[in-house]
């Protein structure tokens, strides 16, 4: 009976000793998850935070995304047709420019007017009175403008009456043999994709973009002085510079232009993840007559894409993005399609944005393009280690 009860004591005390144990890997492991969360949410969230948490001397646009900055900067830059130093000198954040106190008057002025006239809607904005002007402008020509083009989705030029538009599945499956087919199309599981600015500047900087089927997407832009990596592993979009700086945020036009870049050839998402997907009418190009396939993409921007009557090709991009003042226009050029592998690319992509407006995509010409390489999937998860 006593050897009983001293195998249970020992018993006890060894279980007494494994709870003490359990319950320290416990609170170690509490303690190791909370401080990975905290630092992931730190690292992924930042343009989620308010602005003023992620950038100086922020106050009259208190409370925005920090992820949504760039895009009013690009708003209001355009609306007068200047750009950054216009208010800013070097330090964003000091405040020795009459352009920026106004500048913030300014915006207090759109928005009370907004809030009080048309509930809160923006009616009203930078370009209602500038109109790509400094100074407002407040006399009506003599010379009146020429009359606004109305635009329709009943059938535009080009089309006899009675003569219908084809389907929304006509017009992109047009597009996709006159790639290539989609055969060829499906091949194709990875790129990797050397460019330069059209206009021969920045000759000692790189730009390569790195994409790899489904969906991932890595766009490296290096110079000597500075690197910026942008990319989307498929789940999460996230970008990062070499300064590890703000600039270096993931901005919202960012973000949705990145994932326009993970599509292995522009606009394959139109028929599997855009919505309210529609053919609107045909326009002409130059001599060329397109139809127009119109669309909201999964991160709401409002697209239009312009294929050509004849060859079946994309000849242009336009895009809305949505900022906190308005809409802001994005659109792309395309010429000098090449077939690589089977598959036609075009090579000289133009970009056009109002005017002023800093951060918008560079015109380019691709200088090589290298298909179905392997790509680790760590390529897309973030920047590489900084090199000793």
Request: with cysteine; glycine share 8%; hydrophobic share 35%.
């Amino acid at each position: 009976m006593k050897r009983f009860r001293m195998e249970n004591r020992i018993a006890w005390q060894n279980a007494d000793v494994v709870r003490v144990i359990i319950f320290w890997l416990c609170m170690i492991a509490f303690f190791l998850c909370r401080d990975t969360a905290a630092q992931t949410s730190t690292s992924e969230s930042r343009e989620e935070q308010p602005a003023e948490k992620v950038f100086k001397n922020i106050q009259v646009l208190k409370g925005m995304r920090a992820g949504d900055l760039q895009g009013a900067m690009s708003f209001i830059a355009s609306s007068l047709n200047v750009d950054c130093d216009f208010c800013h000198r070097q330090d964003f954040s000091q405040d020795v420019t009459k352009e920026k106190r106004r500048a913030r008057e300014m915006i207090l002025m759109v928005r009370q007017i907004n809030q009080e006239a048309f509930q809160g809607k923006n009616a009203v904005n930078c370009f209602t009175c500038h109109q790509g002007h400094h100074e407002p402008i407040s006399l009506a020509p003599i010379t009146p403008p020429p009359p606004r083009a109305q635009k329709t989705e009943a059938v535009t030029a080009g089309t006899p009456p009675g003569v219908p538009l084809p389907s929304v599945a006509e017009v992109l499956e047009h597009y996709l043999q006159a790639l290539g087919g989609q055969f060829a199309l499906s091949n194709v599981k990875s790129r990797i994709i050397r460019t330069q600015p059209l206009n021969g500047q920045n000759s000692e900087s790189k730009t390569v973009l790195y994409q790899k089927a489904p969906q991932k997407v890595l766009l490296v832009m290096e110079s000597p002085t500075y690197s910026l990596w942008v990319g989307f592993d498929g789940k999460r979009a996230w970008a990062q510079d070499s300064e590890k700086s703000y600039w270096g945020l993931l901005n919202t036009p960012q973000r949705n232009s990145i994932m326009r870049d993970s599509e292995l050839y522009q606009g394959s998402r139109i028929g599997s993840q855009y919505s309210s997907v529609k053919v609107t009418g045909k326009e002409n190009i130059g001599e060329r007559e397109t139809y127009i396939v119109a669309g909201t993409s999964p991160e709401k921007t409002s697209e239009e894409f312009f294929f050509d009557v004849q060859s079946g090709l994309l000849l242009r991009r336009h895009i809305l993005e949505q900022t906190v003042f308005g809409g802001f226009q994005i659109q792309a050029d395309f010429d000098d399609y090449r077939e690589v592998g089977g598959v036609k690319m075009p090579f000289i992509v133009r970009w056009s944005s109002p005017g002023g407006a800093w951060g918008t995509k560079t015109s380019l010409r691709i200088l090589e393009v290298r298909q179905n390489e392997p790509i680790g999937d760590d390529k897309f998860d973030g920047p590489p280690p900084k090199l000793p």
